[in-house]
């Protein structure tokens, strides 16, 4: 185990890849050094869609974020891809309900880093109650969100807060979370938000981490 899990990883939860950055003058590592600067309390690489880094560059990224994550002490999750989080060791995976089996990942995993799985459903919380091994859920989208195309319908705070209900694991909202809304979460029970626009696309990307952790979970 790299980095033990702590529900105060959930706070201020970035997650992002190369096609989450807009910007032409902005870079992931460059993007990810200023949120890091700013406080974030865990990161999520995720890489996704058509021109999504593959093989040695994907790798060649993952190390150069994971070097920075280590010298801001913020754990590095790896979003899907079980075999890249091994090979670099991450301190946590972060898969789906779509994604390999979660039950195929605990094995495969074993106490080598931390696990989180997306639930957006009671049944999804109570099946994931069943497992011991998981460190959290992320759990939405709460808001509607523009950085999925596949996301599931939107649950609200009220949704959120029913699923934190069932829950035996510390659970993070995700999806359309922002500088304005991100205060709706406060009293759900959730230990805190994961946003990938928000910072990603943020001017003043210090402002906005410090607004997402002023929030009293
Ligand atoms: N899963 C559910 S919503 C979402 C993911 C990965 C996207 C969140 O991005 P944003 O920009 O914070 O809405
Ligand atoms: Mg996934």
Redesign the pocket.
């Known amino acids: 185990m790299t980095m033990k899990f702590k529900r105060s990883m959930l706070t201020a939860y970035f ?1 992002c890849g190369t096609q989450d950055i807009k910007d032409a003058t902005k870079t992931l590592p460059s993007v990810l050094t200023e949120a890091l600067e700013a406080g974030i309390t865990a990161f999520q690489f ?1 890489e996704k869609g058509t021109h999504a880094l593959t093989g040695d560059d994907k790798l060649a990224m993952a190390k150069q974020l994971q070097q920075l994550c280590a010298q801001y002490q913020v754990p590095f999750i790896v979003d899907d891809d079980v075999a890249l989080a091994r090979q670099v060791k991450a301190d946590g995976i972060h898969v789906g309900q779509k994604d390999e089996r979660i039950n195929q990942v605990i094995a495969e995993i074993g106490q080598q880093m931390f696990i989180g799985l ?1 639930c957006n459903t009671i049944a999804q919380v109570q099946a994931a109650n069943q497992l011991s091994e998981l460190a959290y859920l ?1 759990s ?2 709460v ?1 509607p ?4 195309d596949d ?2 319908p939107v649950i609200g705070t009220d949704g959120i807060a029913e699923l934190v209900k069932y829950s035996q694991y510390p659970i993070v909202a ?4 922002s500088e304005n809304n991100v205060a709706e979460l406060a009293h759900t029970g959730v230990a805190g938000s ?5 910072i ?1 696309q943020s001017t003043d990307i210090r402002r906005t981490v410090k607004r997402l952790k002023k929030i009293n979970y």
Do not use: E
């Open positions: 997650i995720r997306s992320g939405g989208p808001f969100t523009q950085s999925k996301a599931d995700i999806g359309g979370i994961s946003v990938i626009s928000v990603a």
